[in-house]
């Protein structure tokens, strides 16, 4: 995450580097991307890029952190339009976040995300620094905010292991659709309303089973 002389800057600075880091990571992955590229288009000196982050991988994650943000947000907000319902408000959501990550603002973003995600040659860890993102501490924030508002008696889960775990799976069938639209996204056969409709069926697996009741 940034360093704390990067949040002193004036809003409008601060608001540049975001804008160059998402037109760069929108055009490329991440082990594609250029520091070079991000200090020339938002006009800061290369050493600042390092008092404010502490390499490339930093600001992606930071960047990615805040489409997340937004992301978790609005799933808060329809978790308690369905009167904690998780699985009825994610179903509801599945459209809203499919239009977001296929043809929203974010699309080329999400897809060098996606593409890219097998290749670490940036991180420190040798992980994806997108994926980090998912267990920063603000992240962990709006997890612990979603859970507060799920109805958990709805569910079989007894103790708060199986709920993170319920958060997580969930997350997993969002991110695996998504990620299986972009490898085939220039392929004819591969249509967005099928990436809902894999979605929700994934989703009802989980809910209820995937074993068949002899009623079915």
Not at 25 to 48: H, T
Not at 72 to 96: M, P, R, T
Request: glycine share 4%; aromatic share 14%; charged share 30%.
């Amino acid at each position: 995450m940034p360093k704390q002389t990067f949040f002193n800057l004036k809003d409008e600075k601060r608001q540049r580097i975001i804008d160059a880091a998402e037109r760069e990571f929108s055009q490329c992955p991440l082990y594609e991307s250029s520091i070079n590229n991000i200090i020339k288009d938002a006009k800061i000196p290369r050493g600042s890029f390092y008092q404010y982050f502490d390499d490339l991988s930093d600001l992606y994650g930071y960047y990615f952190s805040l489409i997340l943000e937004d992301i978790q947000e609005n799933l808060i907000d329809s978790v308690q339009e369905a009167d904690g319902d998780i699985f009825s408000a994610v179903k509801k959501y599945a459209g809203e976040y499919m239009k977001e990550i296929i043809s929203g603002n974010h699309r080329d973003f999400y897809r060098n995300f996606f593409l890219g995600a097998n290749v670490s040659k940036r991180s420190k860890d040798g992980k994806h620094p997108g994926f980090d993102v998912y267990h920063s501490d603000r992240m962990k924030e709006l997890r612990a905010n979603l859970k507060k508002e799920v109805n958990w008696k709805l569910l079989k889960v007894t103790n708060e292991k199986d709920q993170n775990m319920i958060q997580q799976l969930i997350m997993m069938i969002f991110f695996h659709s998504f990620a299986n639209y972009f490898v085939h996204s220039n392929n004819t056969d591969s249509d967005p309303a099928e990436v809902q409709k894999e979605i929700e069926r994934n989703l009802n697996w989980l809910e209820f089973g995937a074993r068949r009741t002899e009623d079915k």
